[in-house]
């Protein structure tokens, strides 16, 4: 299959050889396979298969794009697109500067990151996973729903600079398991992701979840006060924070347009928790990473933030360009970010639980709706849910009902900060909609961040 993308490629090439402009080619194959359960059953149960050939034509300052759902076998109608993209950059508006068609100086390929069992997995597979992962768990109060998404990812890349071409592919999947009581309205949610089959583990959310079945289904639920609270965060709060922060912390393009909390000043400077270090690390397979760039740049560790000291920028070729910056080998469809662990040996709910402790602790495992408030300050808002524990200094554990964080992510990773816990775990940030982009955060299990505000305080689930 990769010989036929390929050639099939090369053959793309050779045609838009004749046009008055440079083209670029980028070929995404995705074969996904979904399973939806809602009330204890299945509610979905598909797959498809789609290729996407997105074509840019370039001349100087004009860009131009053209993407469509095809086929390896419909060359005359990719041929057509590309006389579509030829003929569009002719009536586009020119940009400000000039954008950079990379030349690919060898032919690359990797496939490090692709599992065959794992792209081989069948729907009985994907429904002995949930039944281990619900086991004894079910009632006729408590039903079951979620998601289990797998699948492989193909990329391949050509342009009119160069013959040779890049390519890419990787399996994934991403689990989201979650248990509802019809009467009371309460959730709890377990998750995993995966690279691998080998990593797929239905008894670690089956051992999250009977824990918080317990403690839901025995502790007493209430409204919280107002005010500040010492925060355990768990990996899906930890992923999305890094995430957001991605998105508006150390993105050169972003800064320059406004959209960052942090500024060429602090680079070299303590802006964060010592205990806090974020690196760009495409060598982690759990990322599902690109070890070269779209541009063809060798794609090596980047330290991002270490033990508090903002590094620098990621950039872009294109941010690159039309800023004047070099680029860092950030032109890829995501990073592959990870935040090192801490010192402290926390490695289950019930270890969480059960650590001493001098004042309440509430336990936020899932942040729900998280928006920017504003960009510049990094300040986001967000609800907790599924799950969520208040850990009192007696001892005991209540249910507390959803809450609101109103926050800036410099205090959320500064020097509130009190620990992160040894181990770590990849959580999947892959989004939905659009073509599959499998992306993971390898993240601590927990993050402690003391005197926090709580905003709002829900009167019910």
């Known amino acids: 299959m990769k010989e036929i993308v390929l050639q099939t490629l090369a053959n793309l090439r050779e045609y838009a050889l004749g046009k008055?402009?440079?083209?670029?080619?980028?070929?995404?194959?995705?074969?996904?396979?979904?399973?939806?359960?809602?009330n204890s059953a299945i509610s979905l149960n598909t797959n498809e298969h789609l290729i996407r050939l997105d074509i840019t034509a370039y001349a100087g300052r004009k860009r131009a794009s053209y993407e469509l759902i095809t086929d390896l076998g419909k060359l005359e109608e990719?041929?057509?697109?590309?006389?579509?993209?030829?003929?569009?950059?002719?009536?586009?508006?020119?940009?400000?500067?000039?954008p950079t068609v990379p030349i690919f100086a060898e032919t690359f390929a990797d496939e490090a990151a692709f599992d065959p069992l794992l792209a081989q997995m069948n729907t009985e597979d994907r429904l002995q996973y949930f039944n281990h992962a619900v086991a004894g768990l079910e009632s006729a109060d408590l039903k079951l729903s979620g998601i289990f998404s797998s699948g492989t990812n193909t990329i391949a890349q050509i342009n009119t600079r160069s013959p040779h071409t890049q390519f890419y592919r990787t399996t994934d999947a991403q689990v989201s398991v979650v248990l509802a009581h019809a009467a009371l309205k309460w959730e709890v949610q377990a998750?995993?992701?995966?690279?691998?089959?080998?990593?797929?583990?239905?008894?670690?959310?089956?051992?999250?979840?009977?824990?918080?079945?317990?403690?839901?289904?025995?502790?007493?639920?209430?409204?919280?006060?107002?005010?500040?609270?010492?925060?355990?965060?768990?990996?899906a709060a930890i992923a999305e924070l890094v995430d957001t922060m991605g998105w508006i912390g150390?993105?050169?393009g972003m800064m320059k347009r406004g959209y960052s909390f942090l500024t060429d000043e602090q680079i070299g400077h303590k802006v964060f928790s010592d205990k806090v270090s974020l690196i760009d690390d495409p060598r982690r397979l759990e990322t599902f990473p690109f070890r070269r760039d779209f541009t063809g740049m060798n794609r090596a560790p980047f330290p991002i933030i270490e033990k508090g000291t903002f590094k620098g920028w990621t950039w872009t070729q294109d941010d690159a360009d039309e800023f004047g910056a070099?680029?860092?080998?950030?032109?890829?469809?995501?990073?592959?970010?990870?935040?090192?662990?801490?010192?402290?040996?926390?490695?289950s709910l019930k270890d969480l639980v059960t650590l001493p402790r001098e004042r309440e602790v509430l336990y936020i495992p899932f942040l729900h709706y998280m928006n920017i408030v504003n960009p510049s300050k990094g300040i986001i808002t967000?609800?907790?849910?599924?799950?969520?524990?208040?850990?009192?200094?007696?001892?005991?554990?209540?249910?507390p009902y959803n809450v609101r964080l109103t926050q800036s992510l410099l205090d959320l990773f500064g020097d509130k900060v009190a620990w992160?816990?040894?181990?770590?775990?990849?959580?999947?940030?892959?989004?939905?909609?659009?073509?599959?982009?499998?992306?993971?955060?390898?993240?601590?299990?927990?993050?402690?961040?003391?005197?926090?505000?709580?905003?709002?305080?829900?009167?019910?689930?």
Not at 22 to 35: K, Q, R, V
Not at 199 to 212: I, Y
Not at 424 to 451: C, E, H, L, W
Request: net charge negative; charged share 20%.
């Open 326 to 347: 070099k680029p860092t080998g950030h032109t890829v469809a995501h990073k592959s970010l990870v935040l090192d662990g801490g010192q402290q040996n926390v490695r």
């Open 250 to 252: 150390f993105s050169g």
């Open 78 to 98: 990719m041929k057509g697109a590309i006389d579509t993209a030829a003929d569009m950059v002719n009536h586009a508006q020119p940009l400000s500067y000039e």
């Open 191 to 235: 998750e995993q992701s995966a690279q691998k089959m080998a990593e797929l583990a239905p008894e670690r959310l089956r051992h999250d979840l009977a824990f918080l079945v317990e403690r839901y289904g025995h502790d007493t639920p209430r409204q919280i006060p107002l005010g500040a609270y010492d925060v355990v965060f768990g990996p």
């Open 382 to 399: 967000a609800s907790s849910r599924f799950g969520a524990l208040l850990l009192k200094d007696d001892g005991v554990v209540t249910i």
């Open 420 to 461: 992160l816990s040894q181990t770590t775990q990849p959580y999947n940030v892959s989004k939905s909609y659009g073509s599959r982009n499998p992306a993971a955060i390898i993240v601590p299990d927990f993050m402690q961040v003391d005197g926090l505000e709580i905003s709002h305080s829900n009167t019910s689930y």
């Open 20 to 38: 008055k402009c440079e083209i670029a080619l980028f070929y995404h194959e995705e074969d996904s396979y979904l399973m939806r359960f809602a």
